[in-house]
């Protein structure tokens, strides 16, 4: 896993709420047996017409809008406890995402792989997305050392939390896998009591 | 201060405990498919770690599998490498694989508790978000992503935070024709999608008490809608009645011993929940979902709310449905009964009940898919098949099938169905479909009928 410390970055808005599993990733692409790909299909659906023309309504399109930053309505990522989710954002070199509210295991698999899920409040996020949105050239900074995300033309800013532990995981690049493997004796001597 | 049954349970897994951070959470069995496993396998691979406890490992394929012609080489190249890969990886790493066409096959929340895999007491995940299934037997069972499935594999563990508890009571007595599903869709049409969310919820009360456990399945099953990691139900004599004499179930003393155990589970009287919402019984009716999350759903004699959110708007423009408008009377051309929420032999004897004698109506494909090969049989052989074949029904072979049109059981576009599935959500059943959740009740009468209608006016 890459480290994460601060990113400085332009924003895309993604104004809807309850944002899916399915539509972050339709279900027909999970068929492949590696991580790699899966940016390619990231909104598959509303990026690309039944016919597979470019909807150049949808903000992903919108060559006003770049960045590794997505910024989105509240409840995102509900659904399926599918990590293709979060590996298609990644693909598609998205860093962080901004919402008022995220679903579990879809945090969890986000950070699992590197991608921070930025909670604000949703007054932070509505200041946010409008002026993203009629300011696309508007940067954003997420410092995550000091767990604080910033509009620095406006001077505004607000803090968010992130679990400690997890913190650490993204500054360092570690993951749960070398800290569990490290903890085998204490597993075996748990399983034996157990018997 | 008494302890609630997901605490009692936890508790006893916690092997270590990181200071300001999560737990260490042993887990006892862990379900696994072809879907969200392959790349945690080749973590592991790349890490040179061996898979640490390969017998609390089962492995089924469901979600990509076709319902006709299992016995054929799949055509779809890119499934059948899925499958492939699934099989190599197990008999790699001494997994026990229940594959295509295996008589024990079928989708991994119908297959585990049929087999008395699950149990009560213990912990379960699953690459899976509706692991919640499991928890109808007052398990801890929850859904885990790519990265947790190779921390399983690699340590039997999880780390984890513990979430807040959240208990749902529902007393009195269901109405005729309300059946489990219609119970937890009227719950989340309460609660909202969100409102489980860093939640495990406990269902209680009489209705729960008097439910079967393929009823209790269906409503722990829907408890990721509304954003609970996972829902769970004490277990009770219903409880260790189903599990008895099954395959991997204790048998004999054993069984005994662990029933004593598993009396000492269910929470305390005066246990505290960090949450609590009380509904009666009998203001549920059967309902239906008009929109594209589950949290979107009305009774069926209900009309469809008016809200100016533009998500709200957008949904609704997905749908082709108009805000304070009836569904009653709306036509369907598909229906769907089958995923992990209803497939198994209950929800077939409800649909047979209804459909026996009665034709399905010209307009209407109707899909029926059995969750399990053990399903598949038992409709056989209690006769179910034939009530289906006479009525114009399609029975097709065990999978997740329509529920997320992984498989060739897409709904074309712009078609509605009315599916017994967990999700609406846009495309879930093919590009474009629209979706329509309801019990296997509602989804047997509108097959008849070609339409939706109100089923409290059709039962005698
Ligand atoms: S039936 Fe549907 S919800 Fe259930 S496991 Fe299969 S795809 Fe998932």
């Known amino acids: 896993m890459k480290k994460f410390t601060k990113i400085i970055s332009k924003a895309i808005p993604l104004a809807v709420e309850n944002v899916d599993t399915d539509q972050i990733i339709p279900a027909r692409f999970l068929k492949a047996t590696d991580k790699k790909g899966f940016g390619d299909n990231v909104f598959r659906d509303w990026r690309f017409d039944k016919n597979g023309a470019i909807n150049t309504d949808f903000s992903l399109n919108n060559p006003i809008y770049t960045g590794s930053i997505l910024i989105a309505g509240d409840n995102f990522g509900c659904g399926s406890s599918r990590e293709h989710a979060a590996w298609a954002l990644v693909g598609y070199g998205f860093k962080v995402i901004v919402s008022s509210f995220f679903a579990d295991i879809f945090k969890g698999n986000a950070l699992n792989n590197g991608l921070l899920p930025l909670q604000v409040s949703p007054k932070f996020l509505s200041i946010l997305m409008k002026t993203v949105q009629e300011n696309p050239a508007t940067e954003i900074e997420v410092d995550l050392e000091n767990q604080k995300i910033s509009i620095k033309k406006l001077e505004i800013s607000e803090g968010f939390d992130i679990d400690p532990y997890k913190k650490t995981c993204l500054i360092n690049g570690y993951d749960d896998i070398d800290y569990l493997v490290s903890k085998k004796e204490m597993i075996e001597a748990f399983e034996a009591q157990r018997l | ?460």
């Not at chain 2, 995940?125 to 990265?147: E, K, L, P």
């Not at chain 2, 009489?206 to 990691?229: H, K, L, P, Q, Y």
């Not at chain 2, 809200?307 to 805000?323: C, G, I, V, W």
């Not at chain 2, 769907?336 to 004897?349: A, K, L, P, V, Y």
Request: hydrophobic share 35%; proline share 5%; net charge negative.
């Open chain 2, 1 to 460: 201060m008494g302890k609630t049954l997901f605490d009692k349970i936890w508790d006893s897994h916690v092997v270590d405990a990181i200071e300001n951070g999560p737990q260490v959470l042993y887990i006892d069995k862990h379900l696994i498919h072809e879907v969200t496993s392959p790349q945690a396998f080749n973590e592991l691979k790349e890490r040179s770690i061996p898979v640490y406890r390969p017998n609390q490992i089962v492995a089924t394929a469901d979600h990509n599998t076709p319902t006709m012609d299992q016995h054929l080489p799949i055509k779809d190249a890119l499934s059948r490498n899925q499958l492939e890969q699934l099989s190599k990886n197990c008999a790699d790493n001494d997994i026990t694989l229940y594959e295509l066409g295996h008589q024990y096959n079928g989708i991994v929340h119908v297959m585990a508790p049929e087999l008395g895999i699950t149990q009560p007491g213990m912990t379960m995940v699953c690459g899976d978000s509706h692991t919640s299934t499991h928890g109808a037997f007052g398990a801890i069972a929850f859904g885990i992503g790519t990265s947790q499935v190779a921390q399983v594999f690699a340590s039997q563990c999880l780390l984890l935070t513990k979430p807040k508890s959240l208990r749902v009571t529902v007393n009195g007595t269901l109405k005729k024709g309300v059946l489990p599903k219609d119970v937890i869709l009227y719950i989340i049409s309460k609660l909202g999608t969100n409102s489980g969310t860093g939640y495990f919820c406990e269902y209680a009360g009489d209705v729960f008490e008097n439910m079967s456990m393929e009823g209790r399945m269906t409503v722990c099953n829907m408890s990721i809608e509304m954003g609970a990691r996972g829902g769970m139900i004490a277990p009770d004599e219903t409880t260790f009645e189903y599990i008895k004499e099954r395959k991997f179930a204790p048998q004999g003393e054993n069984f005994d011993k662990k029933v004593a155990y598993w009396k000492t589970l269910p929470s305390d009287d005066d246990a505290v929940f960090d949450q609590e919402y009380t509904f009666d019984a009998a203001d549920i009716a059967p309902m239906l979902t008009y929109g594209t999350n589950p949290g979107m759903g009305i009774k069926i004699t209900e009309t469809i709310p008016i809200d100016e959110n533009p998500s709200f708007k957008k949904s609704l423009e997905y749908m082709n449905f108009e805000a304070g408008a009836s569904l009653i009377n709306q036509p369907i051309n598909y229906v769907f009964i089958g995923s992990c929420t209803n497939s198994r032999i209950e929800d077939f004897r409800v649909a047979a009940d209804y459909i026996k004698g009665k034709q399905k109506a010209k307009n209407v494909t109707a899909w029926l898919v059995p969750g399990s090969k053990q399903v598949e049989t038992q409709i056989i052989e209690e006769g179910l098949k034939a009530i289906f074949d006479e009525a114009g029904f399609e029975l097709r072979q065990p999978g997740c099938s329509a529920c997320l049109a992984m498989n060739d059981d897409k709904i074309p576009k712009g078609e509605y169905c009315v599916s017994t599935s967990n999700r609406n959500f846009e495309g879930r059943q093919g590009q474009g479909s629209r979706t329509i959740l309801a019990s296997p009740l509602v989804a047997a009468a509108t097959a008849i009928e070609g339409k939706i209608i109100d089923i409290t006016k059709h039962l005698n």
